[in-house]
C-alpha cells in the first residue's frame, strides 16, 4: 500500500494488450450479466428493490426481548470459541507441514553446501517435501463448508465438527503461508550459526523461527479475522455457532430474531477485528 | 592446525579456488588479502566447514575433514568460531541471545530450548560483552544496534563458542576506517590471551600490513604470496590488486607512506598502543 | 531475572498477561466448543469416514453428470464477475468518501472554508465507513441467506450477497490505498488551480489506479471461491450442487464436484495473478 508515489511512472500507458485485456474483462461481465439472469433494471426501480425493501422493513425493530438477547450472546459467545480453538487448531497442523515443505532444512541451500544428502537420503527428504506440499493443497482446496459437513457427518452436530472444519482449511492455507515466509528466511544467519557446530534443530531454534515468528504470528490473526466469520456461518450445517440460530431464525420466519443475530455477527467480528489488530501491532 | 592441498572448489558459472595449497599453524596470527573475486571467501567457508573443496584435501588438525561423520564434523566446527561480514546475526533477537548462540554446538537441544525463555550462562555472556566493549547492550534488541556494535556482538559470539581457531571474512570492510582498526586490534588481542589462531580476510591492506605477522596474497584462487609485512614490496601488491581499479587507487595512497627499512607502512591512524 | 552484573532487562508485565489471558481463552473456548478429540478415534465415527472415503471413490465421471454440472460451475464463475462488478459499484464511491485526505483533511483542504469542511467533510466520512464497516464484518453467506429469502433460489441472490460483502472490503482498502497516496502531485495541480474533481481525477486516481485493479483482481479470486460456496444456502453454483450430493450421501458426486471447484479455482488463480504481475 506503500510506494504509491513511486508508481507514478508505472501507471500503464493505454497499451494494445491493456486495452484487450480490460475489453476481454467487459465481454465476460456481459456474457456473466446475462448468465446470471439478473435484471438490474428491475433490481434500482423495480419489483426486486420492492422485495429486499420489503424483507429489509420486516426486521426491524430487532428483537430485543432477553432469551433473544440470550440466545443471541451464547451464539456469539459460542462462535467465537469455534474461530479460537478452530485457528489455534490450524496453527497446529500448519506448523509441522511448513517446516516438512521448508527445503532450505531439508536438502539443500546454505546448510548443505557442504554435504548435500545424496541417494536414499535425498530421495525420503524429497519425499517428505513433496508429500508435506500435496497434504496442504488437500487441506486448502476443500472449502471449511465441506469440511464442515463431513465433520458433522463424522462427530455429529455442534461445534466441535465446526472447529475441525475451520482447523483443517485454515491449517491448509496458513501451511502454504508459512512456508513461504521460510522460503523468505535470510540464509546468512544460518551459516553463521551452523559454523558455531549447531544441529539443524537448533538452527531452526536460533536462526529461523525467530525470523519468522512475527510473520507466522501476523498470518495467524489474519486467518483468525477470517475465520471469525467463518465460525459464524459454520452452523448453516449444523456445526454450531450463531449460524444455526440464524439457520433457524430464517427458516421460523422469525426476521425481527434474525436481526438480533446479525448485529451479534456485527459485534463479535468487530471485536474480533479489533483484537486481532491490537495484538499484531504490540506483536509484530 | 590447517593444511590445504591443492584445493579447488568450482562452482556452476565460475572456479573460485584453483589448486590452492596452505598451511596454517596453531596460534598464528595470518591476513589474508587479494582482489575482489579472488577467492577469498570461498577459501573462508571451506575453513569453516561450511564448503567442502570440489578436489584436494583439507585437513583440520591433521585430520582429512572428507571423511568426518556428521556428528564429527558438527564437532568440528564447534572448534571453529567465524566472524563475517555483516548481517549474520538475527536482528529480531536480543544481543544476549545472539551472544549465547555460541553455546550451540555444546548445549542440548532442551537447553538451547529453555534458553531462549529464560536465558541461561548469562554472566558469560555479559562478561564477552565487557570484553568487547558493550557490556550495557546485553538485553537490546540486535536491530538496534549500530553496525560496529553488531559486529562486537558478532565477536563476543565467538568469545562465548571459545573456539581455537577465529576465522574472520571481511570483518570490518561495512564499519568506518577507524572503528576498523580498534576492531581489528581488539580480535588480534582477544585471539593472543587466549592463544588462538586467527585468520582474517582483510580489505584494506594498510591493516593486514600493520597488524599481522604472516600475510597471504590471493588472486585468481591461488596463492600468489605468503611473506611477513616486512618483505612485501609495493611492486608484489601492485601485482596483486593489478586490473582492480579500486584497490590499486587504495594503493597509491598506501605508497606514499611506504618505507622499506622500518614498518611496512606509515600507519593511517594512531592507535596509541 | 537480575543476580547478575549486566544492566537488568526491563521487566515487562505484557507478555505474562498475555499468556494468562490466552491460557483462559483457551480453556474457556474448547468448553464452549465441545471440543472432544476421542470422537476422532472412535470406532463409530472412524466408521463413518471409511464410508465416506469409500463411497468418495471412483469420482463420479458418467458423461451425463459432467454435463449436468458444466451450467453450475459456469454460473460459478459468472456469480463471481457480476457480484465482483457490483462490489465495485458499492465500494469506489464509498471508498472515496470514506478516505479522510479527500473529505477533511490534509493538502486539499488547507484553504477551505472551515464550516463545510466539518459540517460536510467529516460527517460524510464518518457515515461512510460506518456503512463500509457493517457491509464488511457480515458474511457474505448471511448476506446470502437474506438475499435468498428477499430475492428467491437462484444466482440472483449470490451475486448480491458477494456485491453487498465484497464492495464493503473493497471499499476500505480503496479508502486506504487512496490515504496512502504521494500528496506532492495533488499540491502542485491544487497549486495550478485545478478543482477538486479535477485533482481526484489527474492526481489522485492515476496513482492508485494499479493498486486499485490489484486489488481488485484479488478479490474476484476470492469470490470465485465464495460464489462456490454461496450455493449452500441455495444461492446457486457449484455449491447447491456440493450441497445436495452431500445430503443424499453420493460422495463420488461430491469428488468430482470439488475436482471441478479446484480447476475453477486455479484457472481464475492463474489469469488473475498474470495480469497482476504485469500491472505491478
Known sequence: MTGGGARVAAVPRPRTAGWLTAAAFVVLLVWSYRGTQIDLGALVGGEAMRQIGGYLAKLFPPDLSAPTLRAAGVGAVETFAISFVGSLLAVLIAFPLALATDRSLLYRGVLYEGRPPAGARRAVRVGVYAGAKAVLNVLRTIPEIVWALLFVFMVGLGPFPGVLALGFHTGGVLGKLFGEVLEDVDPRPLEALQSTGASRLRILLYGVLPQAMPQFVAYALYRWEVNIRAAAIMGLVGAGGLGQRIHFAISLFLERELLTLILAIYVIVTLVDALSAYLRSKLV | ?273 | MGGFDSPPMRWSAFPYLLAAAFALTLAASVRVANVDPRLLVDPESLGNVARFVRGMWPPKLAPDFLQLMVRPAIETVQISVVGTAIAIVIGFPLGLLASSSLMWRGVLHEQRVQRRRWLVGLPGYAVARAVLSVLRAIPEYVWAFVFVRAVGLGPFPGVLAIGVAYGGMLGKVYSEILEHVDPRPLETLHASGATRTGVILYGLVPQALPTFVSYTLYRWECAIRASAILGFVGAGGLGQQIELSMRMFQFDEVLTLLMMLFVLVAAVDVVSARIRARLL
Open chain 2, 1 to 273: 592446525m590447517y593444511r590445504l592441498e591443492r584445493v579447488r572448489k568450482t562452482f556452476p558459472d565460475a572456479a573460485a579456488l584453483d589448486g590452492l595449497t596452505l598451511t596454517v599453524h596453531r596460534g598464528e596470527h595470518v591476513a589474508v588479502i587479494g582482489p575482489s573475486g579472488a577467492g577469498k571467501t570461498t577459501l573462508f567457508r571451506i575453513l569453516n566447514l561450511a564448503l567442502r573443496p570440489t578436489a584436494g584435501r583439507l585437513l583440520f588438525e591433521g585430520r582429512d575433514v572428507g571423511g568426518l561423520s556428521d556428528a564429527a564434523l558438527r564437532r568440528a566446527r564447534t572448534r571453529i568460531g567465524t566472524i563475517y561480514q555483516q548481517q549474520h546475526l538475527v536482528g529480531r533477537l536480543r544481543v544476549v541471545h545472539n551472544v549465547l548462540a555460541g553455546n550451540l554446538g555444546r548445549w542440548s537441544t532442551l537447553r538451547a530450548l529453555t534458553s531462549l525463555i529464560s536465558p541461561r550462562d548469562v554472566d558469560a555472556a555479559a562478561a564477552a560483552l565487557a570484553q568487547v566493549g558493550i557490556p550495557d547492550k546485553l538485553h537490546a534488541r540486535t536491530d538496534e544496534l549500530s553496525g560496529g556494535q553488531q559486529q562486537r556482538v558478532a565477536i563476543a559470539r565467538v568469545l562465548v563458542q571459545d573456539p581455537d581457531v577465529i576465522l574472520a571474512d571481511e570483518p570490518v570492510s561495512s564499519v568506518d576506517p577507524s572503528l576498523a582498526v580498534t576492531l581489528v586490534s581488539l580480535l588480534r588481542d582477544l585471539s593472543a590471551e587466549s592463544r588462538k589462531t586467527l585468520l582474517v580476510n582483510l580489505h584494506s591492506v594498510d591493516l593486514a600490513l600493520n597488524f599481522f605477522p604472516r600475510v597471504v596474497g590471493i588472486r585468481d584462487g591461488r596463492v600468489r604470496f605468503d611473506l611477513r609485512p616486512q618483505a612485501i614490496t609495493p611492486a608484489l601488491l601492485e601485482e596483486l590488486y593489478a586490473g582492480h581499479a579500486d584497490e590499486e587507487r587504495q594503493l597509491a595512497q598506501l605508497k606514499d607512506g611506504y618505507d622499506p627499512f622500518g614498518r611496512a607502512c606509515r600507519p593511517l591512524f594512531d592507535l596509541g598502543a
